[in-house]
């Protein structure tokens, strides 16, 4: 067999490579994917972000919390209101004693309407309860949004992510398949001994598998995203790589992030209302044991008429509680512990909070650094890229090849800083309660 010219050996490795390498650049591991009639093709972060509040478990199992809540204020504030109620009785009845009339018709209507006047705090107390507890749960909400806002950024990411590592990856699988063909047409000529072609085939098929595995993650980072977007028939196949202008915002002090973070984070509200709930739920409880004032009238009409029956009637009611049983003081000391589990939880979280605060400015001015780190290397494998374009005009295939893989993982771990850096400053966003304020309006698509 006659060894084909080196030129020509590495004019069709060169052109195999770009083939592969166009494939890459177009999406072609889903090329045979249709658009998705669920989301729109190409998908933006932005667009993305715009679901963030279409039915989804997550938000449906907070929302019917705070449907509770609203319910228990409701139920709360019944309480002070009036009661009405319309008293229907057939009655028929036969005297002992023996009467000319025989059976008689003792049949009644009464009308009764209740309305408490004061019960010294009670009611307040169980209204104040309610109402703070529902201040609470709408605060989880907005927080159980914020988080949903995180997630879907983060998916997108991971798609993003998925896709260039996959680049990548067939990169490095090309240029092994390359040599490894190289080697064949060596050994066939008897040049190479059967164990360096058994190398270069394993490390072929090691790279094959590299890709493989990524190729699937392409999948699984997109069902990923589908299912927080409540579209888990409907897999996203092209992304949209968003512009990131927060990511230019200066590393904010410590201080002032702390100060923010205290005063305005949505769970320490939320733990600040559950304290007050508390309380309040304490006073209810030491009010149960005060009289309870109320009046009531009474409208009625009987067929049979009696000195001791009123048609009409007005009364005021004082019920004075005397003694329970201990049930009151058994309440009072459970509402006590519960006033004090609740205090206890919102030190220990704001004691969390600086420790996260600090944790998070840190990250983000690491992140910071390894940026600029990252957009140098980039830079840097970009000239080394055309550098060898210049120079190895015939052995595109294997040196070209290998700088290509190079400047594309450099432009992958460029991407992978950049969102880490735009998920960190969501999360500090996240946690002073500005994040669903501000996030419109720092996202913008790159078509």
């Known amino acids: 067999m006659r060894e084909p010219s080196p030129a020509t050996t590495c004019q069709r490795r060169a052109a195999s490579l770009a083939l592969v390498l166009v494939f890459t650049m177009t999406g072609g591991v889903f090329a045979d994917e249709l658009p998705v009639e669920g989301l729109p093709d190409p998908l933006s972060l932005e667009q ?24 228990a204020l409701a139920q709360a504030k019944s309480n002070s209101g009036v009661d009405a109620y319309l008293e229907l009785i057939p009655r028929t009845s036969e005297p002992a004693l023996a009467l000319d009339e025989g059976r008689i018709d003792d049949s009644r209507a009464r009308l009764v309407i209740n309305k408490p006047l004061y019960d010294f705090g009670y009611t307040k107390g169980r209204k104040d309860t309610a109402r703070l507890t529902l201040d609470s749960r709408q605060l989880a909400f907005l927080d159980v949004r914020q988080q949903r806002y995180i997630e879907i950024m983060q998916r997108y990411f991971d798609v993003l992510l998925a896709d260039m590592r996959y680049a990548v990856d067939n990169e490095a699988m090309v240029v092994r398949f390359l040599d490894f063909d190289k080697a064949r047409e060596r050994h066939a000529l008897g040049i190479l001994s059967d164990v360096k072609l058994l190398e270069l085939e394993s490390m072929y098929q090691d790279g094959l598998i590299t890709r493989t595995k990524t190729q699937q993650r392409q999948s699984s980072t997109r069902a990923a995203l589908a299912q927080v977007l409540n579209q888990p028939d409907s897999l996203p196949s092209q992304l949209v790589r968003p512009e990131l202008p927060d990511n230019e915002r200066e590393t904010p002090e410590y201080e002032d992030i702390l100060r923010l973070a205290l005063e305005h984070n949505p769970n320490l509200r939320q733990l600040r209302r559950e304290v007050a709930a508390a309380e309040a739920a304490l006073a209810a409880e030491r009010a149960s044991k005060r009289p309870v004032i109320s009046a009531e009238l009474e409208a009625a009409e009987y067929e049979r008429r009696l000195a001791s029956r009123d048609e009409l009637r007005a009364s005021l009611n004082i019920h004075i509680p005397i003694y329970q049983r201990g049930a009151a003081g058994a309440r009072i000391a459970a509402a006590m512990a519960q006033m004090r589990k609740q205090r206890a939880g919102l030190t220990q979280a704001e004691y969390q909070m600086r420790q996260v605060v600090i944790d998070l400015v840190q990250e983000i001015e690491t992140l910071r650094v390894e940026r600029r780190a990252a957009r140098v290397r980039s830079d840097y494998r970009d000239l080394a890229l055309q550098e060898a374009r210049g120079r190895y005009e015939l052995e595109m295939a294997t040196t070209l090849g290998g700088v290509t893989i190079h400047l594309t993982e450099a432009q992958w771990l460029a991407d992978r800083v950049e969102f880490q850096l735009a998920l960190a400053w969501a999360r500090l966003d996240a946690l002073t309660g500005r994040l669903l304020e501000s996030s419109h309006n720092t996202l913008q698509g790159e078509p």
Do not use: F, M
């Open 48 to 71: 993305a972000l715009r679901l963030l509040d279409i039915s989804h478990p997550t938000l449906e199992a907070a929302a019917a919390v705070v449907d509770d809540a609203r319910a």
